[in-house]
Structures are given as structure tokens and as C-alpha cells.
């Protein structure tokens, strides 16, 4: 990568800018990240304590959930001791439990050596990770299920906040493992998943990622579901088609943390080097992101959005798509325009220019950052402003176009010539730029 970055300089600036409102975003908020043991057994972890010395870092909250499910599968073999499930879930007796505490311990250790790394030209250069732990997690039994008891087969009864968020005030990493305990002095064996997911909503976490062993949710097609809502979640867990074993196990997770309060959910590949960082510092991300609801917002701009609407326009007006607007002039026609939003972050605007006595507007600046482009976003914004020139009594909407003839003409529109526009338009038309000049009726 570095060598590609070296012969495009241009590339590495462009790609640096672009990161930087993630970074302003996530200065302070805190991130829950759950992996499997699988990650350390395959010595994957090391690529992925780079990561999360970056996040630490940029100055993200991190809470880390780890998994030790083949380690545990590797003890009970060497003891010659039968793992026993139940409706999927581990039985745990006295005997597995010993395993369990062995196994979940040796992860522990190696995880938070592995933390501690700071070699010199490395990633980890420098690095000041300090790992906390501790009985943060209070458990309970998960009981007796279909007349079996599940013995130290526990649930997560309660977080301790406080101490996690006191941990995380002095820049302490915090490592979770699967184990609880309770008031009695008992210790439980707990899933990866619902420690993971618990303390997501109990710290009311801005983001939950789950490392799994496929790239995300899928379609019927095989086409990875960059994003989901919660009711699209839903459906897909809902359907007839049979989902891979980690989906259909972190896919509700992720729902019940979205529907708890916490803001985003990932699910991403644990096999991808650098999948954190692509999926938070990337547009669409290499995962599949869980929210709420939709993360897109139609709404006027305000001159707090100068800066976003200039970025999306300057690379169109570079290449002679769009006329040139100063940062005065777009400052003092803001109210013609609206903005769309995703995920808080601008990727369309467009403006409205209306011609009361002519009955007509012009549709100006309708642009859409390119990473958003064939997702419908252009025609949202088209509807919306079609239906604010009609509610201002207006018949026709107009553009001067010189590259997406084609687009407007897909949507109704139809070329006339430079006489068909309003007088005062008329008059401002540039005939050197010769563009087209397209009308749809307002119904």
C-alpha cells in the first residue's frame, strides 16, 4: 500500500481529507468490538492489535469482548472430556467449567501481551495501550431449559457501568472475557455475543462490531447488504432461506443492540486485514451496518453546510458539469438549497430557483457524492424539489444540463430551446457553455 501511495501522492492526500470527518466523529465515543478465539488461535491478532491502537489513539472508547471457544474445545480434548450442547447452547459441569477458566484465562493473557506490544517501526511504536479488567460483568444461571439443567452455563444479569466508564476516562482499553459472576462468589461460563451485546447497551455505545467468518449479510443473490435497518434485519432472520451459522448468531444481536439504544452495529470478516478501519473509515465499508431506522435526512441547508455542499460541487465544477459558485455566492443563496444527509455526513444537494411570473424554476447544483450514485438518491432529491416548486404554485421545472441529458430525459423531461426560458433566464444564459435546456411539467 505504501509503495501505491508513493507514486500517487494526489491519491494519498484525497484519501487522508477524507477520513478526517470520521475522525472528528468518533473522538470520544465508544466502541464495543467482539472477536472470537479463532482470531487469536489463527495469530490473527496481531494485525488487529494495529487497529485498535489506532482507534485508542484517535481518542475512541474501546471496549473489547473476546471469544475462546476453540480453546476451550482444545482443553476439553486434552482432558478427555465430552463436549455437551443443548439447543446449541454449552452445558457447563464442574469439569468443563475448570476448562473453561483455563482456556478463557491463557486467552486473556496473550490478548493483553500482544496489547502491550511496542516495538519500534511497527504499528505499535510508541504505543501506550494500558488493558483493564476486572469483575465488571454480573451473571446469573441460565438454568434448567426442556428439563435440562445447564449447570455454570450463565447469562449476563448486570454491567457495572460506572466502573467501565471510569476504566475508559483514564485511556484504559477495556477487555472483556466470557465469564460472569455472581453475588454468591459463583463463576459462569457466558457467550461472547451476549457480553458483547449487553454492554453495548449499557454503555448506550455508539457502535457494536461483531468479527465473524463471512463478509456480512447477504441477499438472495450473494450480493453483500452494505446496510440494514432494524426491519430489514428483521425480514431477512424472518425468511425461508437458510443463513450462515455466525449471521443468523450475530444478525439478532446486532438488532437487539440497535433496538437497546446503541447507535450503529457491524458485522464484518474477521479474515479481511484492516476490516475495522475499512468499515468505519470508508463511505460504504466492507460489512454490513445494523441501525434503527434510516440514516438518511432530506432537510433545508443551513450556512453551517457551506463547507459540505462546496466539496460536493467543486470536483463537477472542476470537470465543467457544474458553473463555478463562490463560497460568497452560495453563502447568500443557501436558503434555495437542500441538502441530503447520510449518517450525518452531506452526499447530495440541489437548488431551487424559482420564476414566479413565468410560472417556472430552475433545478440547479443536483449533485451526488459518487460512492452514493445508482442508489436513488438523485431521484429523492428530483421528487423533493419537483413537490416544493409545486406547493409555491409553480408549473414547470427546468434545467441546463451539458453531460446528463440522458438522466433528465429518463425522468420525464424533454429539450426545448433557449427561448423557452424565462426572460431573466434568458438573458444569463451562457452560450458558450451551450447547454441543453430541459422542462417537466408539474402535475
Not at 476486572?134 to 446469573?140: K, W
Request: with cysteine; aromatic share 6%.
Amino acid at each position: 500500500m505504501s509503495q501505491h501511495l508513493a507514486h500517487s501522492p494526489a491519491e494519498f492526500v484525497a484519501w487522508f481529507r477524507s477520513v478526517a470527518p470520521y475522525i472528528n466523529a468518533f473522538r470520544g465515543k465508544t466502541f464495543v468490538v467482539a472477536f472470537g478465539g479463532e482470531v487469536v488461535a489463527d495469530g490473527k491478532f496481531v494485525e488487529l492489535t494495529h487497529d485498535f491502537n489506532l482507534l485508542a489513539s484517535l481518542g475512541v472508547r474501546l471496549v473489547l469482548v473476546h471469544g475462546a471457544r476453540p480453546q476451550i474445545e482444545q482443553h476439553l480434548s486434552r482432558n478427555d472430556i465430552t463436549d455437551q450442547y443443548h439447543h446449541g447452547i454449552r452445558l457447563t459441569d464442574t469439569a468443563t467449567m475448570q476448562c473453561v477458566k483455563e482456556a478463557v484465562g491463557r486467552v486473556r493473557l496473550e490478548i493483553e501481551a500482544l496489547l502491550s506490544m511496542g516495538l519500534a517501526n511497527s504499528p505499535m511504536a510508541n504505543a501506550d495501550i494500558r488493558v483493564a479488567g476486572g469483575n465488571f460483568i454480573t451473571a446469573q444461571p441460565m438454568g434448567v431449559i426442556n428439563g435440562v439443567d445447564l449447570l455454570h452455563t450463565g447469562r449476563v444479569r448486570k454491567v457495572d457501568v460506572a466502573a467501565l466508564r471510569d476504566r475508559m476516562e483514564f485511556g484504559e482499553v477495556v477487555l472483556l472475557s466470557p465469564l460472569g459472576y455472581s453475588p454468591t462468589g459463583e463463576v459462569f461460563n457466558l457467550t461472547l455475543e451476549d457480553v458483547a451485546t449487553q454492554t453495548a447497551i449499557a454503555l448506550d455505545a455508539d457502535k457494536l462490531i461483531f468479527m465473524m467468518d463471512t463478509d456480512g449479510v447477504t441477499d438472495r443473490d450473494g450480493s453483500l447488504l452494505h446496510e440494514l435497518t432494524v426491519a430489514g434485519a428483521n425480514k431477512v432472520l424472518s425468511g425461508k432461506r437458510k443463513l450462515p451459522d455466525d449471521v443468523g448468531l450475530f444478525l439478532p444481536c446486532a438488532v437487539r443492540a440497535c433496538e437497546g439504544g446503541v447507535a450503529r452495529a457491524h458485522l464484518i470478516s474477521r479474515h479481511q486485514d484492516g476490516a475495522i478501519l475499512q468499515e468505519l473509515f470508508s463511505d460504504v465499508g466492507i460489512g454490513t451496518m445494523v441501525v434503527e431506522s434510516t440514516l438518511n435526512t432530506l432537510r433545508d441547508a443551513t450556512i453551517n453546510d457551506v463547507g459540505g455542499i462546496l466539496k460536493l460541487l467543486q470536483p463537477l465544477e472542476s470537470e465543467g458539469i457544474l458553473v463555478r459558485r463562490s463560497r460568497e455566492l452560495l453563502e447568500r443563496e443557501i436558503e434555495r438549497f437542500v441538502v441530503l444527509e447520510h449518517d450525518r455526513r452531506i452526499i447530495g444537494c440541489a437548488a431551487l430557483y424559482p420564476f414566479t411570473e413565468e410560472k417556472s424554476a430552475e433545478l440547479a447544483c443536483l449533485a451526488i457524492q459518487p460512492s452514493y450514485r445508482d442508489h436513488g438518491y438523485g431521484d429523492a432529491l428530483l421528487k423533493h424539489m419537483a413537490a416544493e416548486a409545486q406547493a409555491q404554485g409553480l408549473r414547470k421545472l427546468f434545467v441546463l444540463t451539458t453531460r446528463t441529458a440522458h438522466w433528465f430525459l429518463e425522468r420525464g423531461f424533454k429539450e426545448v430551446g433557449v427561448d423557452q426560458l424565462p426572460t431573466r433566464k434568458q438573458e444569463l444564459y451562457n452560450y458558450q457553455r451551450r447547454s441543453k435546456v430541459f422542462v417537466r411539467s408539474l402535475k
